[in-house]
């Protein structure tokens, strides 16, 4: 690159105890104010005058309700090597890798307007993005109970230590609907 740092990204997910992330095109569970943490975060800026861009695959993209995607306030980036641009609204950018979606975020006219950047699944993509030294930080909430899932979160590399979550992260364990889960924070050892 000329002299610009590479652009990083960070990574949020929501797994339970074993290890699964999905089932059937949507999330196992159902947990509004962990989904509300999800919005939050992802949307979050320091900047008012920026915002965030998701990257996701294919599965997760048609997986949000239709009334609910392109995922709101922040610039949604799906990679499928099968869709063509048509598929998909005209304010939602497809690329055909990873690596291209990030160098789409670092082209001049979006590296001043984009502040952070969240992978947001599914299975394939957690795996490459884990694998990037791009990768800074896991956001992953913990879910304590057993789900029947038919897709898993890959393991984490050694690579990675518990840090204090954010300043407006409940501590803690949380709970609704009976379901105990709780918020963490891991970052890349450079
Ligand atoms: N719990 C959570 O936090 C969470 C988060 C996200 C998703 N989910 C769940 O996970 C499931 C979906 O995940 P998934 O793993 O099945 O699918 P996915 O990763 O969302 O989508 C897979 C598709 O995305 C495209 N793709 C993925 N990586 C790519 C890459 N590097 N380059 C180009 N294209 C790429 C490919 O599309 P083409 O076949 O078109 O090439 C691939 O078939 C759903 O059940 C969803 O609800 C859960």
């Not at 339970?16 to 919005?39: A, V």
């Amino acid at each position: 690159m000329t002299g610009e740092k590479m652009l990083r990204f960070n990574l949020i997910v929501a797994v339970c105890e074993n290890f699964g992330i999905g089932l059937k095109g949507d999330l196992p569970w159902s947990i509004k104010s962990e989904l509300k943490y999800f919005s939050r975060t992802t949307k979050r800026t320091s900047d008012p005058c920026k915002s965030n861009a998701v990257i996701m695959g294919r599965r997760t993209y048609f997986g949000v309700p239709a009334s609910k995607r392109p995922l709101p306030e922040r610039l949604n980036i799906v990679l499928s090597t099968t869709l063509q641009p048509a598929d998909l609204p005209s304010d939602v950018v497809l690329c055909s890798n990873l690596e291209e979606a990030m160098k789409h975020l670092e082209t001049k006219a979006l590296r001043d307007e984009i502040e952070n950047v969240w992978i947001v699944g599914g299975s394939g993509v957690y795996k490459e993005a884990m694998a990037s030294p791009r990768c800074d930080r896991l956001y992953i909430t913990k879910i304590q109970q057993n789900f029947e899932c038919d897709t898993f979160f890959p393991s984490i590399p050694d690579s990675f230590r518990e840090v204090s979550p954010d300043a407006d992260t409940p501590l803690g364990v949380q709970e609704e609907n009976g379901i105990k889960y709780e918020y963490k924070v891991l970052k890349k050892i450079e």
